[in-house]
């Protein structure tokens, strides 16, 4: 299941950060998804539930951020948002869209004891 592993990451990521900072307890966590990435914000309390339990994140708020997702459109050479991969291009509506962004993953704040 990949908010299982999703989460299993953010569990590693926490770890690693803890022993940086010398923290002893993580109280909230901002995680940012990709608008691309697949994910289900329901399924991936659930697992961060699970998978903290016992560790510094034990009982940890976890709040899901979802960026949407950034390509290229190359008929206009312009930055624009991809809501989902294989979306025409919110700007002219062709296909010739450059996916470079929008599966990403990461941490973008911590509230920390
Ligand atoms: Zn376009």
């Known amino acids: 299941m990949h908010e299982m592993s999703l989460a299993e990451s953010v569990v590693e990521i926490l770890q690693e950060e803890a022993r940086r900072q010398a923290f002893a307890r993580v109280r909230a966590v901002w995680l940012e998804v990709g608008g691309l990435s697949h994910c289900d914000p329901e399924a991936l309390a659930f697992c961060f539930d699970v998978v903290t339990r016992g560790t510094l994140a034990e009982g940890a708020r976890l709040e899901l951020l979802r960026p949407p997702g950034q ?27 450059q996916v470079t962004g929008g599966d990403e993953m990461r941490i973008k704040e911590l509230e920390v004891d």
Do not use: F, H, K, T
């Not at 291009?89 to 296909?95: I, K």
């Open 71 to 97: 390509g290229w459109c190359l008929a206009y050479s312009q930055a624009v948002e991809v809501a989902r991969r294989g979306d025409p291009c919110p700007l002219c509506g062709s296909y010739q869209i």
